[in-house]
C-alpha cells in the first residue's frame, strides 16, 4: 500500500516539478523526463555539468539497463544509452554517478504514457489548418512581454521585434477559431529563441525543452494543446532539424566537434534542393545543400553524427507525449540528412501510428516534391512522410490569379498528381509566414482572393490558411520584409483602435470576405467524406475551369471563370457526372442553377453547387 501511495504522490506532483536539479555538477538533463511503456525502449540520456564526462555511471532499477555510456572530446557531456523494457515502472529512477571518493546521484522521472485511445488521430482532408505566429496572434499577458536575460524586447513598432503575443493569446480566442470553421492549428515554433535581434519567429531555437517565456512557459503549451482539444481543434508542432540560433547553449559550449557542420570560413547552403534527389548531382553540390548554413545566425546540425540523431528524434517524442500533439509540420525538410529523415519518420509513426507529417519541401517541382512523400517517385528513396507542403500547386495560383497567366496552369500541375503515392494528403494553400500575403499579392482584388480561396478549399487535399487572411490582411511586397508578412492580428492587443475578433471590428470588404470564407469553412466542416472523395477535373476551356468532388452519393461542381466578363457555360460537356442530377444549390448564396442546359457565369468567379 506504502509503495502505491508513493507513486501516486510522484504522478501528481506534474511534468512542471519533473527536475528538481540536485546540488553540485549537474547543470542540465535531457531529455526533461521520460516514459515507461514506449513502443522504443531506446533512451539516450545527455547529462551536461563541468566535468560530468569523469565520472562513472551506475543505477538499480527494475526494468532498466545501462547500456553503452558516450563520451565526447568536451568532458562538460556524457551520454548514457539506457534500455527500458516493459516491465519498468514509473517512478524515480536514480543513476550514482561516482569519480574516485567523489560520488552523488541524481533521480531522473519515469511516468506512464498516455493510452493510444486518449489521443486524436492525426490530420484528414477534412481538415483545415490554421497558422499562427504566436508572437503576432494575440496579447494574453502582458507580464511576459518583456523578460529579464532575454535581449530581445518588447517592441511592437518594430516590424522585425518583438510584439508580445503569447499561447494565452491564443487560448483566449478558441472560440473565435472553432466559429471560424478551422480544425487544426498549427503554431510556429514556440521553444526558446534567446536571440539578440528577430527572435521573434521561433526558427532559430536555443533550447528544444524549454517554451520561450515571453509566450508562456512548458505547462502553458500543454494547456493551450488541452484547451484546443476541448474546442474540437487539433495542434500540430513546427519542427526544426537542420539549424539551432547562434545564442543556443550548445553551439555555446560544443559537445564535439562534429556537433555542427563547420568549415575554414562562413558556408552558406547553396538552396539546390534539386541536388538531393539528381542521379547525376556533384558530391559538392549535394554537400553544400545539406552541410552549409542556412544563415550566418543559424548553425547546421550534423545529422551524420549518432548522437545528434538521437537528441533530435527524442526532443519530437518527448513534446509528442508530453503534450498530447496531433501532428508534425517539418521546416526546411530537404536542407537534412535524406537517410537520417527516414529513420525518424519510420520512428515516430511506430510510436504514434495515428500521428501525421506534412514536410515543407520549397520547390515548384512535381516531381522533386513527389520524391519526397512516401512510396514516392524516386523508387530508390523512401521517407516514410505522408504529406508535402503543395508549392507546385501554390506556384500554379500564383501563376494564375498573380501573374495573369491561363488557368490552364493549375489544371496541368494537378495533371501530374500520378507522381505522387496520395496527393490527397498534400497540404494546399495561397499564403503562409515566408511569402507574400494573398490579397497583397492580387491587388487588393476580392474576386480573385475568392476564386483562390475557393480552389485551395474545394481541390484535393488539406486546405491551409494563415492567420489573418480571413479579414484580407495585406503584407510585404515592398518593402520587403519578413516582418511585414507577420503583421499583429488587429483586436489581439487591448490598445488596438479595431477588434477584428468581434463582428463589429470587421467592414467593408473584410467583413464581405469574412463571411464567404466561413461560410465555406463550415460548409466544408459539414462534408468531410466529400472532401476524402474522388476528384474529377475536365481540361479548361476559354478560361473556365470545372472540376467535381465526388464521395458516394454526394457530388459538388466548382467552376471558375478567369474572365474579365460574363460567360454561359454549355452544361452539355459535363454530362459524364452530371446525368444523375437535375440542379445544383449555390453553398454560398444558397442560389438553385438547373443543370438541363447553360449555366451563366460572373466574370471573375467561383461558384461551388451541392448537385441533387
Known amino acids: 500500500m506504502k509503495k502505491i501511495l508513493f507513486l501516486i504522490t510522484i504522478l501528481s506532483l506534474g511534468l512542471s516539478t519533473m527536475q528538481a536539479q540536485p546540488m553540485g555538477i549537474v547543470e542540465r538533463v535531457e531529455p ?5 511503456g514506449m513502443e522504443n525502449p531506446k533512451l539516450q540520456l545527455m547529462f551536461y555539468g563541468k566535468g560530468i564526462a569523469n565520472y562513472t555511471p551506475s543505477l538499480n532499477y527494475e526494468g532498466v539497463t545501462l547500456g553503452s555510456v558516450s563520451k565526447t572530446e568536451n568532458v562538460n557531456y556524457l551520454f548514457l544509452n539506457l534500455t527500458i523494457s516493459k516491465t519498468a515502472k514509473p517512478g524515480k529512477l536514480t543513476i550514482l554517478f561516482t569519480s574516485g571518493k ?178 547525376n548531382a556533384s558530391v559538392r553540390d549535394r554537400m553544400l545543400m545539406v552541410d552549409g548554413w542556412f544563415t550566418q545566425s543559424m548553425p547546421d546540425l550534423n545529422q551524420c553524427n549518432p548522437l545528434v540523431e538521437n537528441y533530435l528524434d527524442q526532443f519530437v517524442t518527448w513534446w509528442v507525449e508530453y503534450a498530447n500533439l496531433d501532428a508534425i509540420r517539418f521546416d526546411t525538410y530537404q536542407y ?48 516514410h512522410v505522408p504529406s508535402m507542403v503543395d508549392f507546385p500547386l501554390n506556384d500554379a495560383i500564383n501563376s494564375v490569379f498573380v501573374r495573369g497567366n491561363s488557368i490552364r496552369d493549375i489544371y496541368s500541375v494537378l495533371s501530374e498528381d500520378f507522381l505522387y503515392y496520395n496527393p490527397n494528403a498534400n497540404v494546399v494553400f495561397f499564403d503562409n509566414h515566408d511569402i507574400d500575403r494573398m490579397f497583397t499579392l492580387v491587388g487588393g482584388n476580392l474576386n480573385k482572393m475568392e476564386m483562390a480561396t475557393a480552389l485551395v478549399l474545394t481541390t484535393r487535399g488539406i486546405p491551409q490558411l494563415y492567420y489573418g ?19 499583429d492580428f488587429p483586436g489581439g492587443w487591448a490598445t488596438d483602435s479595431v477588434n477584428a475578433f468581434t463582428p463589429q471590428g470587421r467592414t467593408g470588404l473584410s467583413a464581405e470576405y469574412f463571411n464567404y470564407l466561413n ?94
Request: glycine content about 6%; aromatic content about 14%; charged content about 25%.
Open 336 to 383: 537534412n540528412d535524406k537517410d537520417m529523415l527516414a529513420r525518424w519518420a519510420k520512428q515516430l509513426r511506430t510510436e504514434y501510428p495515428n500521428i501525421f507529417i506534412f514536410a515543407e519541401v520549397w520547390v515548384n517541382s512535381v516531381a522533386i516534391t513527389s520524391a519526397w512523400q512516401e512510396h514516392g517517385s524516386n523508387r530508390n528513396y523512401e521517407s
Open 519 to 612: 461560410k465555406l469553412l463550415l460548409w466544408r466542416k459539414a462534408n468531410g467524406d466529400l472532401m476524402a472523395g474522388k476528384m474529377v477535373q475536365f481540361i479548361p476551356e476559354n478560361e473556365v475551369y470545372v472540376y467535381f468532388r465526388e464521395a458516394g452519393d454526394k457530388t459538388a461542381m466548382v467552376v471558375i471563370n478567369n474572365n474579365d466578363h460574363d460567360v454561359s457555360l454549355d452544361l452539355s460537356r459535363f454530362s459524364e457526372v452530371l446525368f444523375r442530377y437535375s440542379e445544383g444549390k449555390d453553398v454560398i448564396t444558397d442560389k438553385v442553377y438547373p443543370l438541363n442546359s447553360s449555366m451563366l457565369l460572373v466574370k471573375r468567379s467561383a461558384t461551388v453547387l451541392m448537385l441533387r
Open 469 to 487: 487572411d480571413e479579414l484580407l490582411m495585406t503584407g510585404a511586397t515592398s518593402p520587403n520584409s519578413d516582418g511585414y508578412r507577420r503583421k
Open 32 to 36: 526533461l523526463c521520460w516514459w515507461v
Open 102 to 279: 567523489k560520488r552523488f546521484t541524481y533521480d531522473y522521472s519515469l511516468y506512464e504514457r498516455k493510452p493510444r485511445d486518449g489521443r486524436q488521430v492525426g490530420l484528414s482532408t477534412s481538415d483545415v489548418v490554421y497558422l499562427i505566429m504566436p508572437d503576432r496572434f494575440a496579447n494574453g499577458n502582458t507580464a511576459n512581454d518583456s523578460i529579464p536575460g532575454y535581449p530581445d524586447k518588447y517592441s511592437r513598432s518594430n516590424p522585425n521585434g518583438r510584439h508580445g503575443g503569447d499561447l494565452q493569446g491564443i487560448v483566449d480566442h478558441l472560440d473565435y477559431l472553432q466559429n471560424l470553421g478551422v480544425t487544426a492549428l498549427w503554431l510556429t515554433p514556440f521553444q526558446e529563441n534567446n536571440e539578440k535581434v528577430n527572435s521573434y519567429h521561433g526558427y532559430g531555437m536555443t533550447d528544444y525543452y524549454k517554451v520561450d517565456p515571453r509566450l508562456g512557459s512548458n505547462d502553458d503549451y500543454r494547456n493551450f494543446v488541452a484547451a484546443a482539444h476541448k474546442h474540437g481543434l487539433k495542434v500540430i508542432m513546427d519542427v526544426v532539424f537542420n539549424q539551432v540560433g547562434f545564442q543556443n547553449w550548445m553551439f555555446k559550449d560544443k559537445p564535439s566537434g562534429d556537433w555542427f557542420n563547420e568549415f575554414p570560413t562562413y558556408t552558406q547552403t547553396n538552396f539546390e534542393g534539386t541536388t538531393i534527389h539528381d542521379p
